[in-house]
DNA sequence: CGTATTCCCTGCACGC
DNA sequence: TGCGTGCAGGGAATAC
């Protein structure tokens, strides 16, 4: 499930691929994946220049000069760079040929991801009501703390709110609420300035470190070049309900918090 | 406005 | 073996 480190783990593996490049055609084989893929898309791409690869939170963002191509992956989508001859397989929704005899391919089996277009000196409306990047300095302890004040939701659903913080989904809200000692039930507007100083403290270091890793592979989750992720070998509490707590050996407990399954240590998280 | 719920989609694990 | 069911989840849309 592509949550920050997997779409900027994905910038990396592209970039080299991608920036100086031009495009020589686009091959569009269904007319949408979450929502219709935009006419501009299949015309204007070929022939461009590819100027650079950017991420804003989870949004990869293909800069050309009449503007970018923003890419969604949703929760099962990968992008790959393949020979231009790979056979096709199910699911290879989009293939962005380069002149380097290479292609860019799209595949996501559950279609949540998208392909849309951003013109030059627009900022889509996906984009704009979302809240800084976690690995930013706007992003700390003191903007969680005043941002959170009067709010009756959880903690962990406070986290997950992209207009709040961008990037962390349900993975990393419960790996970084895990580090940070705090119960992902507790109401957002009563945890304190220095638990959000751990907690910000925690957003970044497992982040950072997940990109390190080359990112989560659960399920659909692969590299540009094919190869898996490996921080799914160090999560605490994501998907091991039932089990262990690997700090102090209780069994954790799980339940469902705001439509998603949450996992967390009665022990170790007040 | 904030909050909770529903829905989109497919693959897979599970139980009968 | 095969079928039905539930779950996975980012995030927009909807309902209060």
């Not at 989508?77 to 393949?82: A, D, Q, T």
């Not at 005043?146 to 990037?167: C, N």
């Not at 989750?221 to 690997?246: A, H, K, S, T, W």
Request: glycine residues 10%; charged residues 25%.
């Amino acid at each position: 499930m592509p949550e920050l480190p997997e779409v900027e783990i994905t910038r990396l593996g592209l970039a080299p691929e991608l920036e100086g490049r031009s495009i020589t055609s686009v091959i569009l084989r269904r007319p949408d994946l979450r929502w219709p893929i935009p006419r501009e898309i299949g015309d204007l791409l070929p022939g461009q220049r590819i100027l650079a690869i950017r991420r804003r939170a989870k949004y990869l963002l293909i800069d050309l000069a009449p503007g970018s191509a923003l890419l969604h992956l949703g929760m099962s989508g990968s992008l790959r760079i393949l020979a231009q001859d790979s056979p096709v397989g199910s699911h290879d929704h989009v293939d962005i040929a380069l002149d380097s005899g290479r292609v860019m391919r799209f595949n996501d089996p559950r279609r949540f991801g998208c392909l849309l277009w951003q013109p030059l000196g627009e900022t889509h409306p996906l984009l704009r009501d979302l809240g800084p990047e976690p690995l930013s300095p706007a992003f700390d302890g003191d903007f969680l703390f005043e941002r959170s004040r009067g709010r009756k939701t959880s903690v962990k659903a406070f986290l997950m709110d992209q207009s709040v913080v961008v990037g962390v989904g349900n993975i990393y809200a419960a790996e970084t609420l895990f580090q940070a000692g705090i119960a992902p039930g507790r109401a957002a507007g009563e945890v304190s300035r220095p638990r959000y100083r751990r907690l910000a403290e925690a957003v970044k270091d497992i982040l950072a470190h997940a990109i390190r890793c080359g990112g989560t592979t659960l399920r659909d989750f692969i590299r540009p070049d094919g190869r898996p992720g490996y921080f799914e070998q160090e999560l605490f509490v994501y998907g091991r309900e039932d089990e262990p707590c690997l700090t102090c050996g209780r069994i954790l407990s799980g339940s469902r918090m705001g439509n998603r399954a949450t996992v967390w240590c009665t022990h170790c998280q007040k």
